[in-house]
């Protein structure tokens, strides 16, 4: 993806002393910069993407990047949560920036000072009415299963270890029913704490995996939901067989794409057959549905958005 040139980067100087250069321009006074940062993180050791006390968070550390680079401490606004466990190929968030810093520098310093678990892929400025969890028109996420016998320990934490015979094309027979427009609240997470959950979630970023202190666990829009594709494939790899499930939609539930995967695997060992998936969808209840997948095996992979809100270099 082409990245919005900036001025040359400093010849000299630690992070600090590029920062502090940055925030005393006397352009900083001007109207904040919106930035939007595409960002990948390993999401194993960090209990999800939302910031919450006392726990590392990839959005907390993200905060503290951007108030050791800039001396600001914006929140950065993701395009949905991720929980705990779950990795990210293509993450996004917005925040504004006072700080007059070129794009390719931005990114430079933030990668030299966060943990190597999270890189950020793309910085950029962007219109200021785009917002990374508003702006959105679809996205996609990946679940991995590996296949073999024995999950080599350098794949253990990326994937879901299925050693058991899988029948493949009833799999993706069950993962077509589910594209088009359906109610998923069968396959949404049942909270035994809403309660709680829902307070800490009533923020600007709940995303789509969250609740509503107004709308409950499946937000304003209910638990309707569009998937325009939803597909397996067959991935052979040096360190052994996998099953990737790939699934796109304008938007997911709190454990939706782990829960269809938990469901889709029950047809594969036998368990459910792929003509239920209609009738659990009708059902509207958790309870109709499989099991919830492994958070590690899944991946949030790319999030789209309308192309004129990106290209432009101002709003």
């Not at 006074?29 to 940062?37: E, F, Q, R």
């Not at 209910?222 to 939609?249: H, K, M, P, Q």
Request: charge should be neutral; include cysteine; proline fraction near 7%.
């Amino acid at each position: 993806m082409a990245r919005i040139q900036g001025g040359a980067c400093p010849q000299s100087g630690t992070l600090l002393s590029e920062s502090a250069s940055v925030t005393d321009s006397p352009q900083s006074a001007a109207a904040p910069h919106n930035w939007k940062l595409t960002v990948a993180y390993d999401g194993t050791g960090f209990s999800g993407w939302q910031i919450q006390p006392g726990e590392l968070t990839v959005q907390g550390e993200l905060q503290a990047a951007l108030r050791r680079v800039t001396g600001e401490a914006p929140l950065p606004q993701g395009s949905g949560r991720t929980d705990a466990g779950v990795h990210a190929l293509g993450q996004v968030a917005s925040f504004p920036l006072d700080a007059n810093i070129p794009p390719e520098n931005l990114l430079r310093a933030l990668n030299r000072t966060l943990p190597e678990a999270i890189r950020v892929v793309e910085a950029r400025v962007v219109p200021r009415g785009f917002h990374a969890r508003h702006s959105p028109l679809a996205k996609t996420y990946e679940y991995r299963v590996f296949r073999g016998e024995i999950c080599p320990p350098v794949l253990a934490r990326y994937v879901h270890a299925c050693s058991w015979p899988m029948d493949v094309t009833a799999l993706e027979a069950a993962a077509k029913m589910f594209e088009g427009e359906h109610d998923f609240l069968s396959f949404a997470a049942t909270d035994p704490d809403l309660r709680s959950r829902t307070l800490a979630l009533n923020t600007p970023d709940c995303g789509d995996s969250g609740a509503t202190a107004e709308a409950g666990p499946t937000g304003k829009r209910g638990a309707i939901r569009t998937i325009f594709s939803s597909c397996w494939e067959e991935r052979r790899t040096e360190n052994g067989d996998l099953l990737i499930y790939r699934v796109r939609g304008n938007g997911f539930l709190h454990h939706m794409v782990r829960n269809l995967v938990g469901t889709m695997l029950d047809v594969g060992r036998g368990y459910r057959e792929a003509g239920e998936i209609p009738v659990i969808l009708a059902a509207r209840s958790r309870a109709a549905a499989g099991p919830t997948s492994p958070a590690q095996g899944l991946f949030l992979h790319s999030v789209e958005y309308p192309a004129d809100e990106v290209l432009r270099n101002q709003g």
